[in-house]
């Protein structure tokens, strides 16, 4: 079965540049989401296929994939991004839905 | 306001059965494939099952196949997961999710994003 990467933890100042990746084999063949999670909360659709963006989104929220690896970036960090992102796949083999294993954003 | 409505959670012993529903509202159900993902106590999300749209296909991750059935009534804009064989590591809150994209736009596949969420219902099971 299809396996998603993330590194469990990214740390970022605000105002700086997040990045957060998820790698797959051959991932740049597929479509990635990417959700948002707040402690308590159910999760959030920030990132879909690729690169576009729900709307109510902010702009500092983009998306890449390429390759073997796929990233959400979020720009000029907020208190309020602090959270955990998952992102997540269809696998084409089994028609399953494959997620990442989640990265928790820390803002210092 | 498109809206979902996760219930039926609760405490059930190992071996137990309980049905979850997921009221939708705000949209067009009978057009959209639909999901279950669950988040046991913290961890992360793992998916669990899909339902096309019009219901005659659906999808299980293979450790609840077998166990739990996945089903809908467009009628009632309600969807359903019905687990029996309960374990103790089915522990977990459950989230109802439409799919992104309504059924002719994937093509008849439940492929895709999810948005939104319901708010989820907790399942413990425990003896």
């Known amino acids: 079965s299809y396996v998603l990467t993330q590194p469990p933890s990214v740390s970022v100042a605000p105002g700086q540049t997040a990045r957060i990746t998820c790698g797959g084999n051959?991932?740049?063949?597929?479509?990635v989401h990417w959700y948002q999670q707040k402690p308590g909360q159910a999760p959030v659709l920030v990132v879909y296929?690729?690169?576009d963006r729900p709307s109510g989104i902010p702009e500092r929220f983009s998306g890449s994939n390429s390759g073997n690896t796929a990233t959400l970036t979020i720009s000029r960090v907020e208190a309020g991004d602090e959270a955990d992102y998952y992102c997540q796949v269809w696998d084409t083999s089994n028609d399953h839905v494959v997620f990442g294993g989640g990265t928790k954003l820390t803002v210092l | 306001e498109v809206q979902l409505l996760d219930s039926g959670g609760g405490l059930v012993q190992p071996g137990g059965s309980l049905r979850l529903s997921c009221a939708a509202s705000g949209f067009t159900f009978s057009s959209y494939a639909m999901n279950w993902v669950r988040q046991a106590p913290s961890k992360g999300l793992e998916w669990v099952s899909a339902l096309s749209a019009g219901g005659g296909s659906t999808y299980y991750a293979d450790y609840v196949k077998g166990r739990f059935t996945i089903s809908r009534d467009n009628s009632k804009n309600t969807l359903y997961l019905q687990m029996n064989s309960l374990r103790a590591e089915d522990t977990a809150v459950y989230y109802c999710?439409?799919?992104?994209?309504?059924?002719?736009?994937?093509?008849?596949?439940?492929?895709?994003?999810?948005?939104?969420w319901g708010q989820g219902t907790l399942v413990t099971v425990s003896s």
């Open positions: 999710a439409k799919a992104g994209r309504d059924s002719l736009a994937a093509g008849g596949t439940t492929s895709g994003w999810f948005d939104p």
């Open positions: 051959n991932i740049g063949s597929k479509s």
């Open positions: 296929d690729d690169r």
